[in-house]
Nanobody
Framework: QVQLVESGGGLVQPGGSLRLSCVFSGSRLEYYAIGWFRQAPGKEREGVSCRSQSDGATYYADSVKGRFTISRDDAKKTVYLQMNNLKPEDTAVYYC??????????????????????????WGQGTQVTVSS
């Protein structure tokens, strides 16, 4: 079955960087859109960034545009989230997730619309990111 395991979280000072990794197993990653979500204490889980197949479209939440970069290496079955210029507001548990897709989604609007927790059926266990002095 499909499984995802995140790693790379930790404590970082404001302005610092982290790279999260997510190892995918159980199927071919090429069949899935991938996303990164986060949940801060007392808040709803929200979409940070979602990407369809490797030649498809990518969405970033306004709060992370220009700072975060999502990428995927289908051969290695690994998903990444590069986080730069981190802010205290980025503190949260970060989850990677996967969504099975039929065909390549190239439309940005569609990827944006789908980048919500209820859309994604497979989830990692989460990794804590804390941004603090």
């Amino acid at each position: 079955q499909v499984q995802l395991v995140e790693s790379g979280g930790g404590l970082v000072q404001p302005g610092g960087s982290l790279r999260l990794s997510c190892v995918f197993s159980g199927s071919r990653l090429e069949y899935y859109a991938i996303g990164w979500f986060r949940q801060a204490p007392g808040k709803e889980r929200e979409g940070v960034s979602c990407r369809s197949q490797s030649d498809g479209a990518t969405y970033y939440a306004d709060s992370v545009k220009g700072r975060f970069t999502i990428s995927r290496d289908d051969a290695k079955k690994t998903v990444y989230l590069q986080m730069n210029n981190l802010k205290p507001e980025d503190t949260a548990v970060y989850y990677c997730a996967a969504l099975y897709l039929v065909g390549v989604v190239e439309d940005f609007t569609t990827v944006q619309r789908l980048c919500v927790p209820k859309t994604y059926g497979y989830w990692g266990q989460g990794t804590q990111v804390t941004v603090s002095s």
